[in-house]
């Protein structure tokens, strides 16, 4: 088993904070779902997780949101030498 430290891209993180600050209780819980099932998730063999996203030189996988009918698909790259993974987008759909 690989364990990574999970961090996130810049220009992921501002607007996914933004957003959580600027949310209701309901958005605030959507996204907190959000970021702790990919830490937890993506922390763990990443390089078997999702699907490869050549293109992208990523891999993209789907996050589960219990508490909405939101989808939620994250990309991201594994380095693995640095033993790190890198979320470099994430897609919301729904609501």
Do not use: Y
């Not at 996130?8 to 958005?27: C, K, L, Y």
């Not at 959000?34 to 999702?50: I, S």
């Not at 699907?51 to 380095?79: C, K, M, N, W, Y």
């Amino acid at each position: 088993m690989t364990r990574c430290t999970v961090v996130w891209d810049r220009n992921v993180e501002v607007p996914f904070m933004n957003a959580w600050i600027a949310g209701n209780s309901q958005t605030r819980a959507i996204l907190s779902e959000v970021a702790n099932w990919l830490d937890a998730n993506l922390a763990e063999d990443p390089d078997r997780k999702g699907e490869p996203r050549p293109e992208h030189s990523a891999r993209q996988i789907d996050v589960p949101i219990l508490s909405s009918s939101a989808h939620v698909s994250a990309t991201f790259r594994v380095l693995a030498d640095d033993r790190q993974v890198r979320v470099i987008c994430l897609i919301f759909r729904g609501s």
